[in-house]
C-alpha cells in the first residue's frame, strides 16, 4: 500500500494557493485546521532542537485548543489533524531515505524511542512508546498512528519525533539546519493560515542570498566576514550558519535584531563553524577524500519499490 499520506498534497501547494483554499473555509475551521498543522510539526521542530519545555507547552497547546471560551465542538477526535499534517511530512522523510538506500523499521523505531524517552513529558511517554509495538521489521508498511483508532498524546509524540530523527541523519541530511527550514516553513504557513495573513505579509522562508547578507550586518563592514558569496563554496559548516541566519530573520528582521541578539548569533556562529571543523579532522583522519564543500549527497541508482508508510483510514 502506498505509504504517502493525503497530507503530503498540502505541502505541494504554493502560499498563494494554501491562503485562497484557507479563506473559503469557515474561519473557525480555517483556524483550527491551520494551528493544529503548525502545532503538530512545532512538536517535530522541538524534539530536533531537543527543547522539552517547548514539546510539552505545544503539546497541552494541542490537547486544550478546542475547550478555548467560544471555540465551536470539534466533531472529530482533537490530535487526529495534527497527525495526519506530521505524517504526511513523515512520508516526504521516507521518500528522501529511498533515494539514497533507505531506511530499516527498526532504525527509525530506535531513534523516535531515544528521543521520546529522552523528551518527551514522562506522563506520555508509555503511551507514545506503545505505537512501536507493532511495527514490522524491514521496509514493509508500517503504521504509526494505529489506524482505526482515535489518536491522543501519545500518537502526536509517536509521529513527531519519527519525523525529527528521519530529519536528522546526516548521511541524508547533512545539513541539520536545512531540516530545521523544512519544519519551520510548515509551522510558519500553517500559522499564516490560520489568521488568514494575506499573501503580500507573509514571511515563511528566507533566500540564501538574504542570510549572507545579515552576516555582512553582524560583522561590519561588508565584505570583512571571510565567508564565501558563493553558496556552491560553502562548507557544510557553512551552510549551517546559513540556516541559523534564516531562523533568525524569519521571525526577528534584520533591521529589528536587537544588540543582545547579534551577541548570541555571533557564539552560536563561533560554537557552530568549531563544531563543523572538529566534525571535518575527524571525518579527514579516516579517509583520504576531501569533503565535499556543498554538503549534497549523491544520489544513488536503484529500482523504484513501493512506498512504506501505510495511509490512515478512520470511520467517523
Known amino acids: 500500500m502506498d505509504r504517502v499520506s493525503p497530507a503530503q498534497g498540502a505541502s505541494a501547494v504554493n502560499s498563494e494557493s494554501r491562503a485562497s483554499l484557507a479563506s473559503l473555509m469557515p474561519p473557525g475551521m480555517a483556524e483550527r485546521m491551520g494551528q493544529m498543522e503548525s502545532l503538530g510539526h512545532k512538536v517535530a521542530l522541538s524534539f530536533v532542537d531537543g527543547d522539552r519545555e517547548q514539546i510539552a507547552q505545544t503539546l497541552d497547546e494541542i490537547a486544550t485548543w478546542d475547550d478555548a471560551p467560544g471555540r465551536l465542538p470539534f466533531p472529530g477526535p482533537r490530535f487526529d489533524f495534527a497527525v495526519k499534517q506530521v505524517l504526511g511530512t513523515v512520508n516526504t522523510l521516507f521518500d528522501a531515505y529511498d533515494e539514497v538506500g533507505g531506511v530499516e523499521n527498526a532504525a527509525v523505531v530506535a531513534g523516535a524511542r531515544g528521543l521520546i524517552e529522552q523528551y518527551a513529558p514522562v506522563e506520555f511517554q508509555e503511551l507514545a512508546l506503545e505505537h512501536f509495538a507493532e511495527v514490522p521489521g524491514g521496509t514493509s508498511d508500517m503504521n504509526l498512528a494505529r489506524g482505526g483508532k482515535p489518536s491522543d498524546e501519545g500518537t502526536v509524540l509517536a509521529v513527531s519525533a519519527a519525523a525529527a530523527w528521519l530529519a536528522t541523519q546526516p548521511h541524508v541530511f547533512p545539513v541539520r539546519q536545512d531540516s530545521r527550514q523544512i ?93 563543523a571543523i572538529a566534525q571535518m579532522e575527524a571525518n579527514r583522519s ?31
Do not use: C
Open 183 to 275: 519544519l519551520l516553513k510548515r509551522i510558519l504557513e500553517s500559522a499564516a493560515d490560520a489568521y488568514g495573513t494575506p499573501d503580500r505579509e507573509r514571511v515563511t522562508s528566507i533566500s540564501d542570498a538574504e542570510a549572507r547578507a545579515f552576516l555582512d550586518v553582524l560583522f561590519p563592514p561588508a565584505g570583512s566576514y571571510p565567508f564565501p558569496t558563493d553558496p556552491r563554496e560553502w562548507t557544510v559548516g557553512e551552510r549551517e550558519v546559513i540556516g541559523l541566519m534564516k531562523s533568525h530573520l524569519l521571525t526577528t528582521p534584520a533591521s529589528a535584531t536587537t544588540p543582545t541578539q547579534v551577541r548570541a548569533l555571533k557564539g552560536q556562529i563561533i560554537e557552530t563553524l568549531r563544531s
Open 286 to 316: 579516516g579517509s583520504t577524500v576531501p569533503p565535499a564543500r556543498s554538503g549534497v549527497q549523491k544520489k544513488k541508482d536503484k529500482p523504484k519499490r513501493a512506498k512504506r508508510h501505510k495511509q490512515q483510514r478512520r470511520k467517523k
